[in-house]
């Protein structure tokens, strides 16, 4: 190891203690020619260095050392006369007896300490920049306590972390898809998974009956703040449960999470209303039940039960699916399913869906879903697809529905938009490493990209850009 301590770690207790630290300069001083000060900084935090004027006369290059340089300092551990409260390292200095500088930094196109001056799209273009900043190194950190804790949760009420491909079969969920030619089957395209919706469901089949993943998902859809073309997201599973058993295992995993991180008791069992009633009293599906609405640092949770089945895409005059098609109807929805004959009929039914609501802003969604491949199969004829049409894009799940497929249901939260709301920011982009613009452009390494002639003839693809 280059170095035996961390920037963060010293304190009185290591006292004379001989010591190797690396890392950025966050700033250097001089107090006249006989000493020099250092800040030196990690992501675990900023240690003080002083340099004495033997050392100063002997080494020439100190006088170049500037902010960001890269430095290997090697010294031993004294306590401060004076501690400066403002550092958890506060207490002590390292006396200088060897320094080393591993690499130098030319001048920042962005603040890296200090206050933030630069736009958006300059910090996305150096990003890797942006990212050493003080706040985004909490941002992440705290995000790492956030999915432990979620983690903890999960392992102690015996779910299963299952991954489920990223290349796969593309199905209608609503967004459009991002699409992957296959070289070895020309003519042939994967999908980017939206969610891992049929792999889950799948999982239940197989008796995998508590299963969860931290999941990539990618919607090729417009984005605003708390949007991202490519997002994780929280996905759970479970068989032989009810709605209020996935919605009592979120509370008390939150419940967990609060505690754990934000050391908040949060009161459960969250309010629940119906999207009836939601949309009646605060004409919104998602709405903020706070008493102080610009209060960052109250958390006020609402289920949204039993959203609408279906609803009409006015682009096309016909009803789809609310949620999703795999979504079950009410007891109620099922037994006047057969009745409807007009689009009114189908927007009048409801589903055992629901949506986790917080500070009126959408923080999950899920339901039960359909285990019987006969129900499945009349859900897709309203939608317009016929037995061979649905067969044809689901079979693989229809047939999998007559292998003794238990009922069960699930759901999903979106970890950046938790993670959002937690510490009261206005993006999701400030706990992703490396976000994309508001066009889906990823600035700092300037993707998307064209391809080479070569790349694309490799997968039978042909560019035809109306001029």
């Known amino acids: 190891m280059l170095r035996t301590h961390t920037c963060g770690q010293l304190r009185k207790e290591n006292d004379s203690q001989e010591v190797i630290l690396c890392g950025w300069v966050s700033s250097v001083r001089k107090a006249g020619k006989n000493i020099m000060f250092i800040d030196l900084r990690d992501r675990y935090g900023t240690t003080q260095v002083i340099i004495l004027k033997d050392l100063i006369e002997k080494l020439d290059f100190l006088d170049s050392i500037k902010q960001e340089y890269v430095l290997q300092i090697k010294g031993k551990v004294q306590v401060k006369p004076n501690p400066n409260p403002n550092l958890e390292t506060g207490e002590i200095e390292v006396l200088t007896e060897e320094i080393e500088v591993l690499n130098t930094c030319q001048e920042l196109p962005i603040e890296v300490t200090g206050n933030l001056l630069a736009t958006e799209e300059t910090r996305h273009k150096y990003r890797y920049l942006d990212l050493r900043r003080k706040e985004m190194v909490d941002n992440f950190i705290f995000k790492q306590k956030v999915i432990s804790s979620l983690r903890k949760f999960l392992d102690s009420q015996s779910f299963l972390d299952v991954d489920t491909p990223m290349l796969c079969r593309s199905t209608p969920e609503g967004a459009r898809d991002y699409i992957v030619p296959s070289r070895m089957n020309p003519g042939l395209f994967y999908s980017l998974p939206q969610s891992p919706q049929v792999y889950k469901q799948s999982l239940m089949v197989a008796g995998f009956d508590r299963y969860y993943q931290l999941a990539k998902c990618l919607r090729d859809e417009d984005l605003r703040g708390d949007r991202q073309p490519e997002f994780t997201q929280l996905d759970l599973e479970m068989s032989f449960i009810t709605k209020e058993d996935i919605q009592n295992i979120f509370e008390n995993m939150l419940k967990e ?176 490493a490396f976000p994309k613009t508001k066009s889906g452009i990823a600035l700092m390494e300037n993707a998307p990209n064209t391809i080479s002639d070569k790349q694309l003839k490799e997968v039978f693809i042909k560019v035809d850009l109306d001029k």
């Open 257 to 432: 999470v609060f505690k754990d991180v934000l050391n908040i008791d949060l009161k459960i069992p969250f309010p629940h209303i119906s999207y009836k009633e939601s949309m009646e009293k605060y004409n919104s599906d998602k709405p903020d039940v706070r008493k102080d609405k610009t209060n960052k640092d109250e958390f006020a949770f609402v289920w949204i039960d039993n959203f609408p089945l279906f609803e009409l895409n006015e682009n096309e005059n016909r009803v789809v699916s609310a949620h999703h098609p795999f979504t079950q109807a009410t007891d109620d929805s099922w037994n006047k399913l057969d009745s409807c004959k007009t689009k009114e009929d189908y927007l009048s039914l409801f589903s055992e869906s629901f949506d986790l609501v917080l500070n009126g802003v959408e923080l999950g969604s899920g339901g039960m879903r359909i285990h019987d491949s006969d129900k499945q199969k009349k859900i897709f004829n309203i939608l317009g697809l016929s037995d061979d049409e649905a067969r044809e894009k689901f079979g693989f799940l229809l047939d999998a529905f007559k292998y003794g497929t238990p009922p069960h249901g699930g759901f999903a939260i979106g970890i950046d938009r938790l993670l959002m709301l937690l510490k009261g920011k206005d993006s999701i982009k400030d706990f992703i």
